[in-house]
């Protein structure tokens, strides 16, 4: 399965490319559907362009999304979004319109506490284990790690291509150490994202790419939109494994 990520928590400032709006978001992924996506991950956004939980605006993008394309739709729940745990919690009981899943960093507190949240509303948990962080650690302690929809193993921090490979094959062996039995997607970011998505095609597993995780192409130059990275990915990986 290859999963695009629409825009994460950039802004204009990044790139032009960075879709920020309901209607430039919806374009943004019926195209990168159409050029191969499986799935699309989202930061919904406030006219300002700050990544929210709100239902005002999560709703509005979510509906705007699912119009343009039948694939699931998943959103974030970064403490970025919301510093409090109990307050993003709080937030994901107040939402009108539900993802089908949503990404929970299990290296923030309350990641446990925001997965029960939206377990019990019925929405899918992608856990998100970055490397370099406690967050396998605490992914294993945890009684939610055999309820999650899949694991993300995210090479958030190493954005060197040559070493990021080699930090995606250390967070792989902690995370087989781990007896949750869930499908893994494994992503770079930035330098690191086309090095590690071509390791997930060998190893067999899924993987994203999208404007969240990539402004450039393999060969360096800008990413003019989500489409194109999806079109590039598939040249060099062909279909990847369901997640």
């Known amino acids: 399965m290859l999963q695009v990520c629409l825009n994460g928590p950039r802004t204009a400032a990044d790139s032009g ?3 920020l709006s309901p209607a430039a ?3 943004s992924a019926r195209r990168a559907v159409a050029a191969g996506a499986q799935d699309v991950h989202v930061h919904p956004k406030t006219p300002c362009g700050q990544d929210s939980l709100s239902p005002r605006v999560v ?6 999304i699912r119009e343009a394309v039948d694939v699931p739709v998943g959103v974030t729940t970064g403490a970025w979004a919301e510093p409090d745990p109990e307050r993003r919690a709080e937030r994901i009981a107040s939402w009108t319109v539900l993802p089908d899943h949503a ?12 997965a029960a949240a939206l377990l019990a509303r ?3 948990v992608e856990a998100g284990i970055w490397a370099g962080t406690a967050a396998a650690a605490r992914f294993a ?9 899949r694991v993300l193993a995210e ?26 039995g869930r499908p893994v997607l494994l992503h770079g970011q930035n ?18 790419i999208g404007i969240e995780d990539a402004l450039a192409l393999p060969d360096g130059s800008p990413a003019p939109d989500n489409a194109e990275l999806i079109r590039h990915a598939l040249a060099l990986t062909g279909p990847l494994p369901a997640a």
């Open 103 to 114: 990404s929970v960093n299990w290296h923030e507190p309350g990641a446990d506490a925001v």
């Open 59 to 64: 709703g509005p993008v979510l509906e705007a």
């Open 122 to 124: 019925g929405v899918g």
């Open 25 to 27: 978001l919806a374009q």
């Open 191 to 208: 330098g690191g994202a086309w090095p590690v998505l071509r390791l997930a095609a060998e190893l067999g597993l899924a993987s994203r």
């Open 141 to 149: 302690a945890s009684p939610l790690a055999p309820r999650v929809l």
């Open 17 to 19: 490319a960075v879709p």
């Open 155 to 180: 090479v958030i921090d190493d954005t060197d291509p040559h070493s990021a490979p080699r930090t995606a094959r250390r967070l792989l062996a902690e995370l087989a150490e781990i007896p949750h």
